[in-house]
C-alpha cells in the first residue's frame, strides 16, 4: 500500500503501482460512446494514461488540457486520460474545453478494479472510491517507461519527465 497526501493530510493508496520495468494490466473502460476499450484498442501505440480523481476539479482539468496540447506533437503515441468521471462528463467538458487531442476513458464500470490493478485506489479521506494522480507511460509492448504516483493529489504531475521517457 502506498501513501499519498490530499492537502498535506495523509491518504492510503491500495494497489500495486507499476514501476519502470514491468508490464501494465490489461483495462476495461469506456469511452465517450460508452463502447468498451481496453489494451487491445491501442495495439502498436506508446500510451501516456494520465489518471486522476475527476474532470471536474481545477488540477485534473489542467492536466487533460495540458496533456491535449502536448498531444498534438508526439509520434505514436495515444494520450488517455482516465478518471471515474461518466462518459457524458467527459465528453461535455472536452466540448467545452476543445479537447481534441487525448482520449477520455472512464472507469465507471468497475472503479475498485482498474483502481486497485494500477495501484491508484484512494482507501480513505474525502476522496475513498476515486483514483489518485498519477502518469504511467508505457511502450508498444505496455512495459512502463514511467510511473509517478503525484504525492499530493492537488498538485500537478511532472509532465516534463513523463514526455521525456518517450524519447
Given amino acids: 500500500m502506498s501513501s499519498v497526501t490530499l492537502k498535506g ?10 514501476e519502470k520495468g514491468s508490464s501494465i494490466a490489461d483495462f476495461n473502460l469506456a469511452n465517450q460512446k460508452r463502447e468498451n476499450v481496453s489494451l487491445e484498442n491501442f495495439v502498436g501505440k506508446r500510451k501516456i494514461l494520465n489518471i486522476f480523481p475527476s474532470i471536474d476539479t481545477p488540477t485534473c482539468a489542467l492536466s487533460v488540457k495540458r496533456f491535449n496540447d502536448e498531444a498534438a506533437k ?3 503515441t495515444v494520450v488517455l486520460c482516465i478518471s471515474a ?10 466540448g467545452a474545453e ?17 483502481a486497485n490493478a494500477f495501484g491508484v485506489a484512494i482507501n480513505d479521506s474525502s476522496l475513498q472510491g476515486l483514483t489518485s494522480r498519477a502518469v ?13 504516483l503525484v504525492s499530493e493529489i492537488t498538485e500537478e504531475p511532472d509532465y516534463e519527465s513523463a514526455l521525456n521517457s518517450l524519447a
Fill in 98 to 114: 476543445g479537447v481534441e487531442n487525448v482520449e477520455t476513458l472512464s472507469a465507471f464500470r468497475d472503479i475498485a478494479g482498474f
Fill in 136 to 148: 504511467i507511460v508505457v511502450d508498444e509492448n505496455n512495459t512502463v517507461m514511467h510511473s509517478e
Fill in 9 to 18: 493530510d495523509p491518504v492510503k493508496i491500495g494497489g500495486q503501482f507499476p
Fill in 85 to 94: 468521471d461518466l462518459p457524458f462528463a467527459q465528453k461535455r467538458f472536452c
Fill in 74 to 76: 508526439l509520434n505514436n
